[in-house]
Nanobody
Framework: QSQLVESGGGLVQPGGSLRLSCAAS????????IGWFRQAPGKDREGVSCISSDDGTNYADSVKGRFTISRDNAKNTVYLKMNSLKPEDTAVYYCAADRLLFRLCGLSPGEFESWGQGTQVTVSS
């Protein structure tokens, strides 16, 4: 069964950092765009960042300059490094793969299929 598994979430103080991992099993993620999405309590799911098969990237305005997405094809893993975390970053973070191969990434959830159960990120003092 092909899937993506998120990890790395946790409790962090405002201004702190976390690195989330999205590990693929059952398929090679090299050829697909991978996106990170989040859903906070009482909020709609929103796109955070994505990375294309050619390493092109896209970020939501709310995280530009603070978050960095990267891909390690040798490890079949995509990362999301989150710096300067704010309480409003608190959410469940999901990793998803583009429905199609080789497509330039965007932040529309409808273009992706989610595989994991998500990982909780809580930013609080």
């Amino acid at each position: 069964q092909s899937q993506l598994v998120e990890s790395g979430g946790g409790l962090v103080q405002p201004g702190g950092s976390l690195r989330l991992s999205c590990a693929a099993s059952g398929f090679t993620l090299n050829y697909r765009a991978i996106g990170w999405f989040r859903q906070a309590p009482g909020k709609d799911r929103e796109g955070v960042s994505c990375i294309s098969s050619d390493d092109g990237t896209n970020y939501a305005d709310s995280v530009k300059g603070r978050f960095t997405i990267s891909r390690d094809n040798a490890k079949n893993t995509v990362y999301l490094k989150m710096n300067s975390l704010k309480p409003e970053d608190t959410a469940v973070y999901y990793c998803a793969a583009d429905r199609l191969l080789f497509r330039l990434c965007g932040l529309s959830p409808g273009e992706f299929e989610s595989w994991g159960q998500g990982t909780q990120v809580t930013v609080s003092s």
